[in-house]
Protein backbone atom coordinates (compact mmCIF):
# COMPACT_ATOMS: atom_id res chain seq x y z
CA UNK A 1 0.00 0.00 0.00
CA UNK A 2 2.97 2.61 0.64
CA UNK A 3 4.36 1.91 -2.68
CA UNK A 4 1.41 2.41 -4.31
CA UNK A 5 0.91 6.22 -2.13
CA UNK A 6 4.11 6.77 -3.10
CA UNK A 7 4.09 6.22 -6.67
CA UNK A 8 0.36 8.17 -6.91
CA UNK A 9 2.17 11.06 -5.49
CA UNK A 10 5.03 11.45 -7.19
CA UNK A 11 2.37 10.96 -10.44
CA UNK A 12 0.49 14.24 -8.66
CA UNK A 13 3.83 16.52 -8.95
CA UNK A 14 4.62 15.53 -12.09
CA UNK A 15 4.62 18.71 -15.10
CA UNK A 16 2.02 18.07 -16.84
CA UNK A 17 3.67 19.59 -20.01
CA UNK A 18 7.25 17.73 -20.79
CA UNK A 19 10.72 19.28 -20.37
CA UNK A 20 12.64 19.83 -23.67
CA UNK A 21 15.52 17.25 -24.16
CA UNK A 22 18.11 20.53 -24.69
CA UNK A 23 17.10 21.59 -21.17
CA UNK A 24 16.88 18.72 -18.97
CA UNK A 25 21.15 18.19 -18.82
CA UNK A 26 21.27 21.90 -17.51
CA UNK A 27 18.54 21.65 -14.90
CA UNK A 28 19.83 18.43 -14.05
CA UNK A 29 22.91 20.15 -12.20
CA UNK A 30 20.84 22.59 -10.73
CA UNK A 31 20.42 21.91 -6.59
CA UNK A 32 18.15 24.01 -4.40
CA UNK A 33 20.92 25.73 -2.21
CA UNK A 34 20.50 28.66 0.02
CA UNK A 35 22.27 31.91 -0.25
CA UNK A 36 25.56 32.04 1.19
CA UNK A 37 26.14 35.10 3.27
CA UNK A 38 29.10 37.37 2.22
CA UNK A 39 33.05 37.50 3.92
CA UNK A 40 34.16 40.32 5.46
CA UNK A 41 37.77 39.77 4.73
CA UNK A 42 40.14 40.77 1.69
CA UNK A 43 39.66 38.42 -0.93
CA UNK A 44 42.71 36.33 -1.70
CA UNK A 45 42.49 37.00 -5.68
CA UNK A 46 41.43 39.96 -7.14
CA UNK A 47 41.51 41.02 -10.71
CA UNK A 48 43.37 44.27 -11.65
CA UNK A 49 41.74 47.36 -12.83
CA UNK A 50 44.25 49.46 -14.93
CA UNK A 51 44.60 52.94 -14.25
CA UNK A 52 46.22 54.68 -17.00
CA UNK A 53 48.07 57.56 -15.72
CA UNK A 54 50.80 55.15 -14.36
CA UNK A 55 50.30 53.06 -17.72
CA UNK A 56 51.22 56.35 -20.01
CA UNK A 57 54.16 57.20 -17.35
CA UNK A 58 55.61 53.72 -18.08
CA UNK A 59 55.17 54.26 -21.81
CA UNK A 60 57.21 57.22 -21.99
CA UNK A 61 59.79 55.75 -19.99
CA UNK A 62 60.10 52.51 -22.45
CA UNK A 63 61.02 55.35 -24.95
CA UNK A 64 63.37 56.94 -22.42
CA UNK A 65 65.01 53.26 -21.33
CA UNK A 66 65.86 52.88 -25.34
CA UNK A 67 67.30 56.35 -25.61
CA UNK A 68 69.26 56.02 -22.82
CA UNK A 69 71.05 52.62 -24.56
CA UNK A 70 72.03 54.83 -27.39
CA UNK A 71 73.40 57.54 -25.28
CA UNK A 72 75.55 54.88 -23.60
CA UNK A 73 76.31 53.60 -26.82
CA UNK A 74 77.29 57.45 -28.50
CA UNK A 75 78.85 58.31 -25.34
CA UNK A 76 81.17 54.93 -25.43
CA UNK A 77 82.24 55.82 -28.47
CA UNK A 78 85.89 58.41 -29.61
CA UNK A 79 85.04 61.77 -29.22
CA UNK A 80 81.24 60.68 -28.66
CA UNK A 81 80.25 60.59 -31.90
CA UNK A 82 79.47 57.61 -34.01
CA UNK A 83 79.47 57.75 -37.78
CA UNK A 84 75.92 56.63 -39.45
CA UNK A 85 76.93 53.91 -41.43
CA UNK A 86 78.22 51.82 -37.59
CA UNK A 87 74.74 52.42 -36.08
CA UNK A 88 72.66 49.63 -37.80
CA UNK A 89 75.70 47.26 -37.09
CA UNK A 90 75.93 48.41 -33.24
CA UNK A 91 72.37 48.81 -33.08
CA UNK A 92 71.83 45.53 -33.29
CA UNK A 93 73.34 44.25 -29.62
CA UNK A 94 70.54 47.10 -28.07
CA UNK A 95 67.80 44.50 -29.57
CA UNK A 96 67.37 46.99 -32.51
CA UNK A 97 66.24 44.90 -36.17
CA UNK A 98 67.98 45.90 -39.33
CA UNK A 99 67.52 50.09 -40.26
CA UNK A 100 65.28 50.34 -37.56
CA UNK A 101 67.73 51.96 -35.51
CA UNK A 102 68.32 54.67 -38.05
CA UNK A 103 64.58 55.72 -38.13
CA UNK A 104 64.59 55.74 -34.14
CA UNK A 105 66.81 58.10 -33.87
CA UNK A 106 65.00 60.75 -35.99
CA UNK A 107 62.56 60.36 -33.57
CA UNK A 108 63.84 62.30 -31.33
CA UNK A 109 66.11 65.17 -32.76
CA UNK A 110 66.05 67.14 -29.57
CA UNK A 111 68.34 64.46 -28.10
CA UNK A 112 70.09 63.22 -31.73
CA UNK A 113 71.89 65.69 -33.84
CA UNK A 114 72.95 64.17 -37.54
CA UNK A 115 75.80 66.13 -39.05
CA UNK A 116 78.29 65.69 -41.78
CA UNK A 117 81.72 66.26 -41.02
CA UNK A 118 83.46 69.00 -42.84
CA UNK A 119 86.87 66.98 -43.50
CA UNK A 120 85.90 63.33 -44.40
CA UNK A 121 81.85 64.44 -45.94
CA UNK A 122 81.07 61.79 -43.89
CA UNK A 123 77.25 61.81 -41.88
CA UNK A 124 77.77 61.29 -37.76
CA UNK A 125 75.52 61.12 -35.16
CA UNK A 126 75.96 62.89 -31.90
CA UNK A 127 74.00 64.38 -28.82
CA UNK A 128 72.67 67.80 -28.41
CA UNK A 129 73.56 70.02 -26.23
CA UNK A 130 70.66 70.14 -24.52
CA UNK A 131 71.08 66.58 -23.96
CA UNK A 132 74.62 66.83 -23.02
CA UNK A 133 73.38 69.46 -20.24
CA UNK A 134 70.68 66.89 -18.95
CA UNK A 135 73.15 64.17 -18.35
CA UNK A 136 75.67 66.91 -16.20
CA UNK A 137 72.59 68.08 -14.32
CA UNK A 138 71.85 64.48 -13.42
CA UNK A 139 75.55 64.18 -12.71
CA UNK A 140 75.74 66.37 -10.30
CA UNK A 141 72.33 65.85 -8.85
CA UNK A 142 73.35 62.12 -8.01
CA UNK A 143 76.48 63.24 -6.31
CA UNK A 144 74.90 66.14 -3.86
CA UNK A 145 72.26 63.28 -2.81
CA UNK A 146 74.97 60.83 -1.52
CA UNK A 147 74.55 61.63 1.69
CA UNK A 148 70.77 61.05 1.51
CA UNK A 149 71.22 57.90 -0.62
CA UNK A 150 73.59 56.33 2.75
CA UNK A 151 70.78 57.05 4.88
CA UNK A 152 68.22 55.44 2.68
CA UNK A 153 70.70 52.14 2.52
CA UNK A 154 71.27 51.89 5.92
CA UNK A 155 67.36 52.04 6.77
CA UNK A 156 67.01 49.50 4.10
CA UNK A 157 69.31 47.11 5.72
CA UNK A 158 68.07 47.96 9.12
CA UNK A 159 64.59 45.77 7.30
CA UNK A 160 66.37 42.85 6.76
CA UNK A 161 65.99 40.09 9.50
CA UNK A 162 69.75 39.81 10.14
CA UNK A 163 71.23 43.65 9.37
CA UNK A 164 72.46 42.74 6.20
CA UNK A 165 71.56 42.08 2.42
CA UNK A 166 73.88 40.56 -0.52
CA UNK A 167 75.74 43.19 -2.74
CA UNK A 168 74.26 41.84 -5.91
CA UNK A 169 70.68 42.43 -4.95
CA UNK A 170 71.82 45.59 -3.54
CA UNK A 171 73.92 46.35 -7.13
CA UNK A 172 70.77 45.60 -9.41
CA UNK A 173 68.43 48.26 -7.64
CA UNK A 174 71.24 51.12 -7.66
CA UNK A 175 69.04 53.14 -9.72
CA UNK A 176 66.10 53.47 -8.30
CA UNK A 177 68.03 53.57 -4.58
CA UNK A 178 69.74 56.75 -5.90
CA UNK A 179 73.09 55.17 -5.40
CA UNK A 180 75.95 55.70 -8.31
CA UNK A 181 77.57 52.90 -9.82
CA UNK A 182 80.89 52.75 -7.96
CA UNK A 183 78.38 52.66 -4.78
CA UNK A 184 80.91 49.74 -3.75
CA UNK A 185 83.72 52.43 -3.74
CA UNK A 186 82.26 55.53 -3.17
CA UNK A 187 79.27 54.64 -0.10
CA UNK A 188 80.13 51.34 1.46
CA UNK A 189 83.96 51.35 1.72
CA UNK A 190 84.03 55.43 1.99
CA UNK A 191 81.81 54.97 5.25
CA UNK A 192 83.62 52.34 7.56
CA UNK A 193 81.40 53.91 10.60
CA UNK A 194 78.26 52.87 8.68
CA UNK A 195 79.30 49.33 6.38
CA UNK A 196 80.94 46.57 6.40
CA UNK A 197 81.43 44.56 3.47
CA UNK A 198 82.53 40.78 3.88
CA UNK A 199 82.36 37.58 1.68
CA UNK A 200 80.19 34.43 3.09
CA UNK A 201 82.29 31.31 4.01
CA UNK A 202 79.03 28.85 3.01
CA UNK A 203 77.93 31.01 -0.36
CA UNK A 204 81.03 32.76 -1.46
CA UNK A 205 78.67 35.63 -1.85
CA UNK A 206 79.50 39.50 -0.99
CA UNK A 207 77.35 40.87 1.61
CA UNK A 208 76.66 44.28 3.07
CA UNK A 209 76.37 44.21 6.70
CA UNK A 210 75.07 47.14 8.91
CA UNK A 211 77.96 48.56 11.42
CA UNK A 212 75.26 49.47 14.54
CA UNK A 213 71.90 50.51 14.05
CA UNK A 214 70.49 53.78 14.62
CA UNK A 215 66.85 53.68 16.38
CA UNK A 216 66.21 57.60 14.96
CA UNK A 217 66.07 56.19 11.69
CA UNK A 218 63.82 53.16 12.58
CA UNK A 219 60.42 55.62 11.50
CA UNK A 220 58.45 54.47 9.00
CA UNK A 221 57.54 57.04 6.29
CA UNK A 222 53.65 56.09 6.51
CA UNK A 223 54.20 57.20 10.70
CA UNK A 224 55.34 60.39 9.46
CA UNK A 225 52.07 60.30 7.01
CA UNK A 226 49.51 59.66 9.80
CA UNK A 227 51.42 61.69 12.40
CA UNK A 228 50.89 65.10 9.23
CA UNK A 229 47.10 63.70 8.56
CA UNK A 230 46.37 63.85 12.53
CA UNK A 231 47.93 67.15 13.15
CA UNK A 232 46.30 68.67 9.92
CA UNK A 233 42.93 67.35 9.47
CA UNK A 234 42.12 66.05 12.92
CA UNK A 235 41.01 62.71 12.75
CA UNK A 236 40.93 60.31 15.45
CA UNK A 237 44.08 59.10 16.86
CA UNK A 238 42.64 55.09 16.93
CA UNK A 239 40.97 55.01 13.49
CA UNK A 240 44.37 55.87 11.75
CA UNK A 241 46.83 54.03 14.12
CA UNK A 242 47.53 51.22 12.30
CA UNK A 243 46.05 52.44 8.54
CA UNK A 244 47.33 53.73 5.41
CA UNK A 245 46.40 56.02 2.77
CA UNK A 246 44.26 54.08 0.79
CA UNK A 247 43.09 55.29 -3.27
CA UNK A 248 41.45 53.13 -5.15
CA UNK A 249 42.15 53.43 -9.35
CA UNK A 250 39.21 54.66 -11.34
CA UNK A 251 36.88 51.59 -12.02
CA UNK A 252 37.65 49.88 -9.19
CA UNK A 253 34.06 48.31 -7.71
CA UNK A 254 33.67 48.88 -3.93
CA UNK A 255 31.15 46.73 -2.57
CA UNK A 256 29.67 46.92 1.09
CA UNK A 257 31.37 43.68 2.28
CA UNK A 258 34.64 45.10 0.66
CA UNK A 259 33.77 48.24 2.00
CA UNK A 260 33.48 46.90 5.69
CA UNK A 261 36.77 44.20 4.92
CA UNK A 262 39.23 47.25 4.31
CA UNK A 263 37.88 49.03 7.38
CA UNK A 264 38.06 45.83 9.55
CA UNK A 265 41.55 45.26 7.66
CA UNK A 266 43.38 48.88 8.54
CA UNK A 267 42.82 48.47 12.42
CA UNK A 268 44.55 45.49 12.95
CA UNK A 269 47.54 46.18 14.49
CA UNK A 270 51.05 44.90 13.00
CA UNK A 271 54.86 45.28 13.88
CA UNK A 272 57.05 47.60 12.22
CA UNK A 273 59.45 46.79 9.43
CA UNK A 274 62.38 47.58 11.72
CA UNK A 275 61.16 45.85 14.70
CA UNK A 276 62.69 42.50 14.96
CA UNK A 277 60.23 39.50 14.89
CA UNK A 278 62.31 36.03 15.53
CA UNK A 279 61.41 36.44 19.71
CA UNK A 280 57.35 36.25 19.21
CA UNK A 281 55.17 33.23 18.27
CA UNK A 282 54.09 33.13 14.73
CA UNK A 283 51.57 30.38 14.64
CA UNK A 284 48.48 32.12 15.43
CA UNK A 285 45.88 33.31 13.51
CA UNK A 286 46.32 36.71 14.95
CA UNK A 287 49.78 36.62 14.45
CA UNK A 288 49.88 35.46 10.80
CA UNK A 289 47.76 39.22 10.01
CA UNK A 290 49.80 41.36 11.44
CA UNK A 291 52.65 39.40 9.55
CA UNK A 292 50.72 39.83 6.29
CA UNK A 293 50.01 43.73 7.26
CA UNK A 294 53.65 43.76 7.93
CA UNK A 295 54.34 42.91 4.52
CA UNK A 296 52.53 45.35 3.23
CA UNK A 297 53.95 47.96 5.35
CA UNK A 298 57.76 46.85 4.25
CA UNK A 299 57.03 46.96 0.71
CA UNK A 300 55.32 50.51 1.22
CA UNK A 301 58.79 51.62 2.85
CA UNK A 302 60.93 49.70 0.09
CA UNK A 303 58.93 52.17 -1.89
CA UNK A 304 59.35 54.94 0.23
CA UNK A 305 63.27 54.80 0.00
CA UNK A 306 62.99 55.18 -4.18
CA UNK A 307 63.92 58.15 -5.70
CA UNK A 308 60.57 57.78 -8.09
CA UNK A 309 58.78 55.90 -5.42
CA UNK A 310 58.42 52.83 -7.92
CA UNK A 311 60.29 49.44 -8.06
CA UNK A 312 60.03 46.47 -10.09
CA UNK A 313 58.10 43.36 -8.64
CA UNK A 314 60.99 41.45 -9.98
CA UNK A 315 63.72 43.54 -7.83
CA UNK A 316 61.37 43.02 -4.87
CA UNK A 317 61.51 39.51 -4.77
CA UNK A 318 64.94 39.95 -4.46
CA UNK A 319 64.85 41.39 -0.70
CA UNK A 320 62.10 38.17 -0.14
CA UNK A 321 63.52 35.97 2.01
CA UNK A 322 65.28 39.02 3.99
CA UNK A 323 62.44 40.49 4.70
CA UNK A 324 59.60 38.33 5.19
CA UNK A 325 57.81 38.93 2.09
CA UNK A 326 54.81 36.24 1.13
CA UNK A 327 55.69 34.10 -1.87
CA UNK A 328 52.90 34.96 -4.14
CA UNK A 329 53.97 38.60 -4.59
CA UNK A 330 51.62 39.79 -7.78
CA UNK A 331 48.67 37.99 -6.02
CA UNK A 332 49.37 40.07 -2.68
CA UNK A 333 50.14 43.31 -3.56
CA UNK A 334 46.50 43.25 -5.84
CA UNK A 335 44.82 42.65 -2.86
CA UNK A 336 45.42 45.92 -1.65
CA UNK A 337 45.36 48.12 -5.09
CA UNK A 338 44.54 51.47 -3.19
CA UNK A 339 47.88 51.53 -2.03
CA UNK A 340 50.12 49.60 -4.81
CA UNK A 341 49.51 49.75 -8.14
CA UNK A 342 51.05 47.03 -10.73
CA UNK A 343 52.09 48.05 -14.41
CA UNK A 344 52.61 46.14 -17.30
CA UNK A 345 53.35 48.80 -19.83
CA UNK A 346 56.74 49.61 -20.93
CA UNK A 347 58.53 46.35 -20.44
CA UNK A 348 56.56 44.58 -23.11
CA UNK A 349 54.96 42.24 -20.24
CA UNK A 350 58.03 40.82 -18.96
CA UNK A 351 58.30 43.21 -15.96
CA UNK A 352 55.85 44.63 -13.62
CA UNK A 353 56.43 48.07 -12.13
CA UNK A 354 55.19 48.77 -8.89
CA UNK A 355 54.28 52.41 -7.86
CA UNK A 356 53.30 53.82 -4.66
CA UNK A 357 49.71 55.61 -5.20
CA UNK A 358 49.81 58.15 -2.33
CA UNK A 359 53.28 59.19 -4.09
CA UNK A 360 51.92 60.34 -6.96
CA UNK A 361 49.11 62.80 -8.80
CA UNK A 362 48.54 63.30 -11.88
CA UNK A 363 51.36 61.35 -13.46
CA UNK A 364 53.83 63.48 -11.58
CA UNK A 365 55.20 62.73 -7.81
CA UNK A 366 53.63 65.08 -5.09
CA UNK A 367 57.63 65.89 -3.13
CA UNK A 368 59.52 65.79 -6.31
CA UNK A 369 63.73 65.77 -5.39
CA UNK A 370 66.78 67.04 -7.61
CA UNK A 371 67.31 63.76 -9.13
CA UNK A 372 63.71 63.05 -10.31
CA UNK A 373 63.85 66.46 -11.76
CA UNK A 374 66.81 65.90 -13.99
CA UNK A 375 65.99 62.37 -15.11
CA UNK A 376 62.42 63.78 -15.90
CA UNK A 377 64.17 66.02 -18.07
CA UNK A 378 65.22 63.48 -20.72
CA UNK A 379 61.36 62.42 -20.86
CA UNK A 380 60.68 66.01 -21.54
CA UNK A 381 63.13 66.04 -24.32
CA UNK A 382 62.07 63.03 -26.20
CA UNK A 383 57.91 64.21 -25.72
CA UNK A 384 58.86 67.46 -27.54
CA UNK A 385 57.59 66.83 -31.05
CA UNK A 386 59.96 66.84 -34.08
CA UNK A 387 58.18 70.06 -35.54
CA UNK A 388 59.23 71.82 -32.76
CA UNK A 389 63.23 70.94 -33.32
CA UNK A 390 62.50 71.91 -37.22
CA UNK A 391 60.59 75.18 -36.33
CA UNK A 392 64.17 75.88 -33.62
CA UNK A 393 66.33 75.18 -36.79
CA UNK A 394 64.48 77.89 -38.73
CA UNK A 395 64.66 80.28 -35.73
CA UNK A 396 68.53 79.58 -35.90
CA UNK A 397 68.95 79.96 -40.29
CA UNK A 398 67.00 82.88 -39.52
CA UNK A 399 68.97 84.91 -36.89
CA UNK A 400 72.05 83.62 -39.28
CA UNK A 401 70.42 85.84 -42.33
CA UNK A 402 69.71 88.69 -39.98
CA UNK A 403 73.43 88.51 -39.05
CA UNK A 404 74.40 87.98 -42.49
CA UNK A 405 72.26 90.79 -44.05
CA UNK A 406 73.65 92.82 -41.26
CA UNK A 407 77.19 92.14 -42.45
CA UNK A 408 76.28 92.83 -46.08
CA UNK A 409 75.03 96.12 -44.89
CA UNK A 410 77.98 96.78 -42.60
CA UNK A 411 80.13 95.86 -45.67
CA UNK A 412 78.39 97.85 -48.11
CA UNK A 413 78.81 101.16 -45.92
CA UNK A 414 82.07 100.40 -45.42
CA UNK A 415 82.80 100.15 -48.98
CA UNK A 416 80.53 103.35 -49.71
CA UNK A 417 82.57 105.40 -46.96
CA UNK A 418 86.10 103.96 -48.08
CA UNK A 419 84.76 105.21 -51.74
CA UNK A 420 83.98 108.88 -50.66
CA UNK A 421 86.97 109.65 -48.34
CA UNK A 422 88.90 107.98 -51.87
CA UNK A 423 87.15 110.72 -53.76
CA UNK A 424 87.39 113.42 -51.19
CA UNK A 425 91.11 112.67 -51.23
CA UNK A 426 91.51 112.99 -54.86
CA UNK A 427 90.05 116.00 -55.19
CA UNK A 428 92.09 117.37 -52.74
CA UNK A 429 95.34 116.25 -54.18
CA UNK A 430 93.82 118.00 -57.23
CA UNK A 431 93.29 121.36 -55.45
CA UNK A 432 96.90 121.01 -54.62
CA UNK A 433 97.97 120.22 -57.80
CA UNK A 434 96.26 122.99 -59.34
CA UNK A 435 97.55 125.49 -56.39
CA UNK A 436 101.35 124.48 -56.94
CA UNK A 437 100.80 125.21 -60.67
CA UNK A 438 99.17 128.67 -59.79
CA UNK A 439 102.19 129.85 -57.84
CA UNK A 440 104.89 128.04 -60.48
CA UNK A 441 103.48 130.36 -63.05
CA UNK A 442 103.20 133.67 -60.74
CA UNK A 443 106.81 133.15 -59.81
CA UNK A 444 107.73 132.18 -63.63
CA UNK A 445 106.15 135.61 -64.85
CA UNK A 446 107.35 137.79 -62.22
CA UNK A 447 111.13 136.77 -62.22
CA UNK A 448 112.37 139.76 -64.37
CA UNK A 449 111.21 142.54 -61.73
CA UNK A 450 112.72 140.58 -58.60
CA UNK A 451 115.59 142.37 -56.64
CA UNK A 452 117.65 141.39 -54.14
CA UNK A 453 115.16 141.89 -50.93
CA UNK A 454 112.77 139.41 -53.21
CA UNK A 455 115.44 137.18 -53.91
CA UNK A 456 116.02 136.78 -50.15
CA UNK A 457 112.41 135.87 -49.42
CA UNK A 458 112.80 133.66 -52.62
CA UNK A 459 115.39 131.70 -50.73
CA UNK A 460 113.61 131.66 -47.50
CA UNK A 461 110.25 130.00 -49.26
CA UNK A 462 112.32 127.24 -50.89
CA UNK A 463 114.03 126.71 -47.59
CA UNK A 464 110.70 126.26 -45.75
CA UNK A 465 109.36 124.30 -48.99
CA UNK A 466 112.03 121.91 -48.61
CA UNK A 467 111.86 121.60 -45.32
CA UNK A 468 108.08 121.09 -45.05
CA UNK A 469 108.78 118.03 -48.24
CA UNK A 470 111.52 116.85 -46.08
Keep these: MLIILLSKTTKAFRPKTPIPKTLQPLLSNVTPTRPMSQSTSIPKKLQRVRDHG ?15 KFQDLI ?12 LDLLSRRLGFKQHEAGAFVLKFPHVFEIY ?33 AVTRLRKLIMMSNTGRLRLEHVRIARKELGLPDDFEYSVILKYPQ ?17 VERDESLAVCAIERAR ?68 AVATIHELLSLTVEKKITLERIAHFRMAMNLPKR ?3 FLLQHQGIFYISTRGNLGKLHTVFLREAYKRGE ?25 KVDRELVNYRRDREDDEM ?27 EDELDSDIISDAGSDYSDEDDDCLETLDAEDVHVTE
Design 54 to 68: YDNYMEVEKKTRKVL
Design 75 to 86: LSQLNHTLPISR
Design 116 to 148: EHPVQRILYIRLTRRAILQIQQEKQALIAQVPD
Design 194 to 210: FFRLFDAKETRNKYIEI
Design 227 to 294: EKEYREKGVDAEDIRFSFIVNFPPGFKIGKYYRIAVWKWQRVPYWSPYEDVSGYDLRSLEAQKRMEKR
Design 329 to 331: LKE
Design 365 to 389: LVEPNDLYMARRQLADLVLLSPRKA
Design 408 to 434: VRVRGEFVENGSQSFAVGENVKKDREE
